[in-house]
């Protein structure tokens, strides 16, 4: 089908949200409930309170984005939605209503990869990026550097060993006292801030494979506020700096392992931080390539993504059963190496 028409429904973590998308990359809705006022006394998720949000919103949402594309359920070609990974009990609500949806209406599922939506979604507000093109996945949960081929398509080239650049943010915001959620905080508090400030470690630089780490620099970040000599904006600086200093260093040597590329492609959550998104910025100019970044909402967690790497899996033959299970963790290059001291985010 050319032009299929996709309801897309995310749920993987505190956002629940419902698109309709065309396979010509019209977006004809989009609807998004945060959760931040119930998880911000917590200074971080609350899952089980995540997933009883998604159950209480997400009928409407659905409702409302039909409404707001002016369409019934019987006009959509095909359901998709986040069947992992993420928070297994938001990961569910959402795969389960994409189920009944799909049964009610006689309609195909299509079960898409949470990554695999970030990983997409470049394309769908970008129609001239082809493949393949080097993208840096960085979000809350993954930092990843993937060469990407086509639908399905991936191969990795760099994980974390430990923790994600996102979960860094939160992390230090959450030291910082800055509140929830993390990385638009400390992107704030970082405007105010000296970033050669406060000596803060860049972990795995000059390293031969091009993987992350940051778990020591979140333990260098919580030693600088303890030790009292710098202010809150100058850590935020300095600690945004060698986040910055870290994906640019393992992203350079990406680049020289990939082959050609079409671009240097960022996408997730962190790529709405503007400093990140500058100096990769500067890099594919420095190497020739272009860059491209998504719209700065469509790089956190939403259903248009969803919906699209939908519609490029439906357009490409796929499908899925409605007995298609729930996965809290589901690499998008499930060939790859166990990278040496890394835990089970990798």
């Given amino acids: 089908m050319a032009n299929p028409l996709i309801l897309g429904i995310e749920s993987s973590c505190d956002e629940t949200a419902v698109a309709l998308v065309r396979g010509d990359r019209t977006i004809l809705s989009h609807r998004l409930a945060g959760q931040e006022a119930a998880h911000a006394p917590y ?53 389960v209503t994409a189920k009944a949806l799909a049964l009610a209406a006689n309609k195909p599922l299509v079960a898409v990869n949470h990554l695999e939506g970030h990983a997409l979604s470049p394309r769908l507000t970008d129609p001239d990026l082809a493949y393949p093109y080097l993208l840096l996945l960085v979000s809350g ?11 399905g398509q991936y191969r990795r080239l760099g994980t974390t060993i430990d923790d994600a650049a996102g979960e860094a943010f939160d992390k230090t915001a ?62 935020a600086a300095s600690f945004q700096q060698a986040v910055v200093d870290c994906l640019l260093d393992r992203t350079k040597l990406a680049l020289k392992l990939t082959g050609p590329v079409s671009a240097l492609v960022v996408a997730g959550g962190v790529a709405a931080n503007r400093a990140v998104r500058g100096a990769l910025e500067e890099l ?63």
Wanted: glycine content about 12%; proline content about 8%; some cysteine.
């Fill in 141 to 151: 949960g993954h930092c990843q550097l993937l060469r990407v081929d086509g639908v």
């Fill in 174 to 235: 959450k030291v910082l006292g800055l509140g929830y959620p993390g990385g638009p905080r400390v992107e704030a508090a970082a405007i105010e801030g000296n970033a050669r400030a406060v000596p803060l470690p860049r972990p795995l630089i000059g390293t031969p494979d091009p993987h992350f780490s940051f778990a020591g620099l979140k333990s260098a970040v919580l030693r600088a506020h303890d030790a009292g000599t710098h202010s809150v904006a100058d850590i």
């Fill in 43 to 95: 200074g971080g998720v609350v899952p089980e309170i995540a997933a009883r949000a998604h159950v209480e919103i997400l009928p409407s949402l659905v409702e409302g984005a039909l409404a707001d594309a002016g369409v019934a359920l019987a006009q959509v070609d095909a359901i998709a939605a986040t069947a992992g990974p993420g928070l297994i009990g938001g990961v569910m609500v959402g795969l």
């Fill in 284 to 346: 594919a100019v420095a190497n020739d390539l272009r860059f491209v970044a998504p719209p700065l909402w469509l790089c956190t967690d939403n259903a248009a993504m969803i919906a699209w790497a939908g519609a490029e899996r439906f357009m490409a033959g796929h499908s899925d059963p409605l007995d298609v299970a729930a996965r809290p963790r589901w690499p998008l290059d499930p060939s790859a190496e166990k990278v040496r001291g890394a835990g089970v985010k990798a």
